[in-house]
């Protein structure tokens, strides 16, 4: 018998539902950023206490990288939009249509919680910030890897700019702008689109 996993089961169960609280932290994280949300904030949100969050995710920033992979999971992801598409320049224009849309949806905050959670952190969070730089650049590399399949085509560059206008549109939305000006942007910038 194994007598550490016999201990964990033996331990007091969770009182909540711990999958309902990390999508209630997932939009405190996304609605004010890491460092600005506070684990009063948390604790309100996510209707559990202090010590639970500590017993159920270990410290704060656990608990907000676990919410930034809820944030990427899901039916369709950067991955499958970028894995599915027919070639790099389909696979570009799917993700600036799915980001227009998911950045003013009607039941979550406005922008992209990778491009905002952290733009503002200070020195001590600058693990997480790095942690959430490197995913943006996990993205743009997996794109680079589907445009450098189509010829006649800079990968490198056409990859970095549909990520800098995913992050400018992140920022638009959460400026006020409308799902309709983030699609003409999407459009638009589509339109600069190299022909092969």
């Known amino acids: 018998m194994n007598v550490i996993s016999e201990r964990r089961r033996t331990g007091r169960p969770l009182s909540f539902d711990r999958d309902a609280a990390l999508t209630q932290a997932m939009m405190v994280f996304w609605r004010h950023g890491y460092e600005a949300t506070s684990l009063a904030d948390l604790t309100t949100a996510m209707g ?24 990427l999971s899901g039916p369709v992801t950067s991955d499958s939009i970028i894995d599915e598409a027919p070639d790099g320049r389909a696979a570009a224009a799917r993700l600036l249509e799915t980001a227009a849309l998911g950045f003013t949806g009607d039941t979550t905050p406005p922008g992209c919680l990778l491009a905002s959670a952290a733009i503002s952190c200070s020195a001590e969070a600058a693990d997480v910030q790095a942690e959430l730089a490197a995913i943006r650049r996990g993205i743009e590399d997996r794109l680079r890897r589907k445009i450098a399949a189509d010829r006649g ?21 959460r400026d006020g702008a409308s799902r309709g000006k983030l699609l003409e942007i999407a459009s638009i910038a589509m339109r600069a689109w190299p022909n092969a």
């Open 48 to 71: 559990v206490t202090a010590p639970s969050i500590y017993t159920a995710y270990g410290d704060k920033k656990r608990l907000f990288l676990e919410a930034v992979r809820r944030y």
């Open 153 to 173: 085509t800079d990968a490198e560059a056409l990859a970095a700019h549909c990520m800098a206008v995913v992050q400018g549109m992140s920022t638009l939305a």
